[in-house]
């Protein structure tokens, strides 16, 4: 936002603060209807929601003009995240037996974490740098059809 929009950073940091609470208060909430509607059901209702509804936050975030409409755009960025993604971790859980889970799914989410989250956002940055369209969402979106393809190829 302090590049794409020209927020001042302050702003930029408020809007990334609410966006990621909105994430972490709403993950407990959609893991319980992970729960009660199926892992797998969820996730693929996440990845479409998701598809959508980051198409409709970065149209919302283009265009507005306002910094009240920039925060409830981050907000919801916040939540369609959340949806999406509050069962990844308990399926990741269930590729190992019981036996090796907790060496299976600590090493190669650390590795996972390490080689993806501590690029993404370096190269955000760059694009950012290179392009003038808001790319985290299409970075988002790509993210989520390899998601969704996974998925359908798998379950």
């Not at 794409?4 to 940091?13: N, V």
């Not at 609470?21 to 199926?38: C, E, H, M, R």
Request: hydrophobic share 60%; net charge positive.
């Amino acid at each position: 936002l302090h590049i794409f929009r020209h927020l001042p950073l302050s702003q930029t940091i408020l809007a990334s603060t609410l966006c990621l609470a909105a994430n972490a208060i709403s993950q407990p909430f959609f893991g319980k209807i992970a729960d009660t509607i199926g892992k797998v059901k969820h996730l693929r209702i996440g990845l479409v929601l998701a598809l959508i509804g980051l198409i409709s936050v970065m149209i919302l975030l283009k265009h507005s003009s306002g910094l009240t409409t920039i925060m409830i755009a981050m907000v919801l960025l916040g939540l369609i995240i959340a949806f999406a993604l509050a069962p990844l971790n308990a399926l990741a859980i269930l590729q190992f037996k019981p036996e090796h889970r907790m060496s299976g799914f600590g090493v190669s989410f650390n590795i996972v974490m390490a080689l993806i989250g501590g690029t993404t956002p370096l190269v955000l940055t760059a694009l950012f740098h290179w392009s003038e369209v808001f790319v985290l969402i299409y970075f988002l979106i790509a993210i989520g059809v390899g998601y969704l393809m996974s998925r359908l190829i798998h379950f």
